[in-house]
């Protein structure tokens, strides 16, 4: 049931984790993005805008040209007065000089204030025309001149907007001065709104029906207003390639994040599993130790207490017989006890629990408890502390698992020794660990069985001589705990005079 | 008046020989081989001390422990549990649950077991 629960909890913060995520890239790329977008418009805006200045500033230049020669005219015509005919002669040589002015007489003042006016684009046998009319200063005529402007215009075309963009200009009553598009003569003024005096730029749908930015400019002299127009997706393309690659980096965000999630998810589950799983592993175990535990204690217990004299006094014969059956008995306990511990380790399922302890207290207690074997078989067992009054500090270790450890030593120690053997265990402080050793006047290792000694259910052949019983286990297993606690187990020994093994712990 | 003991124990073996040196060590004793019937005989007799182990049909130790803390007029009866089970975790679950004493049968003697009990109720 809770492996469940955990897993819907899961599916509830799954979406909305992904959802939140997929807010978060989106916002982070809008962030970059729309002042990006922002500066394509208006670095386009500027482009097209500078294209129609230039294109303005050369039709006021060329207006000014028009108006400085006739200015010139002017003077000379000044010059000689009232005189007509010299006048006209110099009209004549004026135009022969000057191939775009059509013609130019004088007329009587139009303007009061002084100032040339230029008129707006007219078609005369198909040229396109404009008038400019400039006073002569201190008299009451001015110059009429007709001035075709087709190579002016020609030229002015000829400026590119971009790969397809288009250049046109329009007079101030809105007639064509030039366009692009044969056949356009008027410019619909609605959709121009940016245009003013003062310049400008919008997008509008053009007569060709394409949405465009246009950006205006308005020549002040010569009175047209100059547009440089390009398609949007041309002025625009950088915003729509960076409005493609926000979105792209946004699907491969939202990609990333729920493989990330799945994997996650996945990892967990695989996680959880391996927990029951390490969990019924440990149960099973538990169990297996108590179903082959539970006969063994039977016998055990019953056993006992006949030698015990519950039930009577036993002969000898009797308790002899009993002792062996009891003595198997609790081997095969300690086997089962054995088996279970390196069944557990190499399932994992051999759970250390470190604690503060005392180790000498600890040693103390396990030589304590062999004191009356030790007896029994004629074998001294001595156990030596540190001569210094310095304790031993606290060690961080599991007390349990050390002390089944150090019991394999002693056990061993006592079982494979001589009659009259001694048992020395001892305990010493050094610089950052502590030493535990168990010497024996035992039977010692042959040399060319020493590579084995730790390994499970090995036992040396002059030990399996002796008819000692024993499993072969015992080394195992303290090796295994040993090296858990991060310490070392080693020896020396020499066959027939003992062995001594040493296990050190490290104090931190 | 001798002292009573109820050994609530499932296996046949175990719980004879343990009220047969109960008995003969002067205590009245009772047995129920599940948890549900020692919780049970433990609100009609009274004992002074049950014997509990933890394996058991119908009514696990621990959950007997759990049951019996729950009715005030035997909550207060000691317990010493007598189990195979020997893993650190289930010697705490034991002890945290009320039990008096925590003894793996393999690694103990009957002896062992009267010492306690004496401990427990003289």
């Known amino acids: 049931m809770w492996y469940y629960s955990r897993v819907n909890r899961e599916k509830l913060y799954a979406w909305p984790l992904v959802i939140g995520i997929g807010v978060i890239f989106i916002l982070s790329n809008i962030i970059w993005l729309v002042p990006f977008m922002r500066d394509v418009e208006q670095s386009a805006e500027r482009y097209q805008a500078e294209i129609a200045y230039r294109v303005a500033l050369r039709a006021d230049f060329f207006l000014e040209k028009k108006l400085r020669e006739m200015g010139a005219l002017a003077l000379d015509i000044l010059e000689v007065g009232a005189d007509k005919k010299k006048a006209d002669a110099m009209i004549v ?7 775009d002015f059509v013609s ?32 002569l200063p201190y008299t009451n005529v001015s110059l009429n001149a007709v001035v075709t402007v087709g190579d002016i215009i020609i030229s002015l075309a000829e400026e590119r907007v971009g790969t397809s963009g288009r250049l046109y200009a329009i007079d101030a009553l809105g007639n064509i001065v030039f366009h692009e598009y044969e056949g356009v003569t008027r410019i619909k003024s609605d959709s121009r709104a940016f245009m003013s005096i003062d310049g400008g730029t919008g997008t509008y749908v053009n ?25 949007l997706t041309e002025a625009w393309a ?34 959880m599993r391996e927990k029951a799983l390490h969990k019924a592993k440990s149960e099973y175990i538990s169990l297996l130790a108590h179903q082959l535990r539970t006969p063994l204690t039977g016998t055990k217990w019953n056993i006992k207490t006949l030698l015990d004299g519950d039930w009577g006094p036993l002969n000898v014969k009797q308790k002899r017989f009993l002792t062996r059956g009891y003595e198997t008995n609790e081997q ?177 | 008046m001798a002292k009573v003991v109820l050994v609530i124990e499932d296996d ?40 509990l182990d933890i394996i058991l049909p119908i009514m696990n130790g621990f959950d007997y422990l759990e049951a019996k803390a729950k009715v005030s007029a035997i909550a207060n009866i000691p317990v010493i549990i ?8 289930d010697v705490e679950r034991g002890m945290k649950l009320g039990a008096k004493d925590y003894l793996v049968k393999a690694h103990f003697t009957p002896n062992d077991l009267m010492v306690k009990v004496r401990s427990c109720i003289g």
Request: positive net charge.
């Open chain 1, 93 to 99: 040589k004026f135009l022969a000089r000057h191939a």
């Open chain 1, 104 to 135: 130019v007489n004088l007329i009587p003042a139009v303007s009061s204030d002084g100032e040339y006016s230029v008129s707006s684009i007219m078609q005369d046998n198909g040229k396109k025309i404009i008038r400019i009319v400039a006073p």
């Open chain 1, 207 to 231: 007569e060709a029906g394409e949405r465009v930015l246009g950006a205006s400019v308005f020549a002040p002299s010569i009175g047209w207003t100059v547009v440089a127009e390009s398609p």
């Open chain 1, 238 to 271: 950088n915003k729509y390639n960076a409005i493609t690659l926000a979105v792209v980096l946004m699907a491969m965000g939202l990609v990333f994040v729920v493989i990330l999630i799945v994997s996650f998810k996945k990892i967990m589950t695989i996680a």
């Open chain 1, 332 to 508: 095969m306990i300690r086997l089962v006890n054995d088996l279970l511990s390196i069944t557990r380790m190499e399932n994992g399922t051999y759970d250390f629990h470190p604690i503060k302890t005392d180790i000498t207290a600890l040693l103390t207690h396990v030589v304590d408890t062999f004191r009356d074997e030790a007896r029994r078989v004629d074998v001294r067992l001595v156990l030596k502390k540190p001569r210094t009054k310095k304790r031993i500090p606290l060690i961080v270790l599991d007390a349990e698992k050390i002390e089944m450890a150090i019991n394999n030593l002693i056990d061993n120690a006592i079982r494979y020794n001589k009659r009259g053997g001694m048992v020395e265990v001892s305990i010493a402080r050094e610089v950052h660990v502590v030493r535990i050793t168990v010497a024996d006047t035992g039977v010692g290792i042959p040399a060319r069985e020493k590579a084995h000694i730790f390994s499970p259910f090995f036992r040396a052949d002059n030990v399996l001589k002796m008819q000692v019983q024993g499993f072969g286990l015992g080394l195992h297993i303290a090796h295994n705990i040993v090296e858990k606690h991060r310490g070392t187990i080693t020896f020396v020994t020499k066959e027939n005079e003992g062995t001594a093994f040493t296990i050190t712990l490290p104090l931190r």
């Open chain 2, 12 to 51: 046949i073996y175990m719980r004879d020989v343990l009220v047969a040196k109960l008995t003969k060590e002067g205590f009245t004793v009772f047995e129920a081989i599940d948890g549900s019937v020692g919780l049970d005989m433990t609100a009609q007799k009274k004992p002074d001390l049950v014997v």
């Open chain 2, 82 to 89: 007598l189990s195979n089970l020997g893993q650190r975790e």
